[in-house]
């Protein structure tokens, strides 16, 4: 079984900082990709960024420059240093590893938390 936790979020104001944390449990052997997706109202999941076991990172462009992913392959948790933080960046943050190697040898493809909200005022 694989779990995987957000922390982090809450209310900042515009031009304030975050940073998220994503936890895993359930004895991992590998994870290929993790990442941050959001989600705000009234609109469909997009991605922010990825990072992949080599540290290769991919960003959305609205958040280039002020956000920065990085991870921890030994604890395979990921994070998301949100700086500038602009009222559009309000959304629920979903954390997301691909390519799951369990210690019994099972292989998951795609698994998601349970999100954290992220609340910018103006």
């Known amino acids: 079984q694989v779990q995987l936790v957000e922390s982090g979020g809450g209310l900042v104001q515009a031009g304030g900082s975050l940073r998220l944390s994503c936890t895993t449990s359930?004895?991992?052997?590998?994870?290929?990709?993790m990442g941050w997706y959001r989600q705000a109202p009234g609109k469909q999941r997009e991605l922010v960024a990825t990072?992949?076991?080599?540290?290769?990172?991919n960003y959305a462009d609205s958040v280039k420059g002020r956000f920065t992913i990085s991870r921890d392959n030994a604890k395979n948790t990921v994070y998301l240093q949100m700086n500038s933080l602009k009222p559009e960046d309000t959304a629920v943050y979903y954390c997301?590893?691909?390519?799951?190697?369990?210690?019994?040898?099972?292989?998951?493809?795609?698994?998601w938390g349970q999100g954290t909200q992220v609340t910018v005022s103006s």
């Open positions: 997301n590893a691909k390519g799951i190697l369990h210690n019994s040898g099972t292989y998951y493809n795609d698994y």
């Open positions: 359930g004895s991992i052997f590998s994870i290929n990709v």
């Open positions: 990072i992949t076991s080599g540290g290769s990172t």
